[in-house]
């Protein structure tokens, strides 16, 4: 896998270097593809979202590669490893997870703003949710309770196909989970 990636960058910088020599420069049909787009950032954002947004799932094959690297110190126990190795396994951590089941629905994600380099977008990004009665965990928080927190993703995108690749993320999960009513066993910031 290593080796493919690594021959798929060569691929890409080859092309960069003789389309620098030709006019119009374009790497359009390498394996590469042509860098984001300011007009693309905003869709390649909210369809990485969606696919964590309730009923969303089904829609996970159009926003990532198959191929999927996701890293996140705080669902990996605090190491930085990855934590999701391809699109199978991310797939069963969003059906398996908090996103729209397990004591939310109803959860859906807007783009707070975002900046981007070729193939890289950096995403604040907010989760809206409200709770049902199935919290569990020792919460006494009634159904139908707003619930909104924010997160940081930075998405490298595979430029062929405009889907992401590889996420390092960061989400605001202790307030998210203080509004939820677990016990965290710390105490609350007043």
């Given amino acids: 896998m290593k080796l493919l990636y690594i021959q798929t960058l060569l691929l890409c910088f080859l092309s960069t270097l003789i389309s620098a020599h030709s006019s119009p420069p374009s790497t359009e049909g390498s394996p590469c593809g042509t860098c984001i787009q300011d007009n693309e950032v905003e869709g390649i954002a909210q369809r990485w979202l969606n696919a964590f947004a309730t009923g969303g799932l089904p829609t996970l094959d159009s926003a990532v590669t198959e191929n999927i690297m996701i890293y996140d110190e705080g669902a990996n126990n605090g190491t930085t490893s ?34 981007h380099t070729c193939d890289r977008i950096a995403l604040r990004w907010q989760q809206n949710e409200y709770t049902t009665a199935d919290i569990g965990y020792g919460s ?22 405009k889907k992401v690749e590889n996420v390092t993320t960061s989400a605001d999960l202790l307030n998210d989970y203080r509004a939820l009513g677990y016990n965290l066993g710390v105490l609350n910031p007043s």
Avoid: W
């Fill in 140 to 161: 006494k928080v009634a159904a139908g309770k707003y619930i909104e927190f924010k997160g940081t993703d930075l998405l490298t995108i595979d430029l062929a196909s």
């Fill in 82 to 115: 990855a934590y999701v190795h391809n699109r199978t396994e991310l797939y069963n951590t969003i059906s398996e997870g908090p996103y729209g089941g397990n004591g939310v629905t109803n959860v859906t994600y807007d783009v707070v703003f975002t900046f």
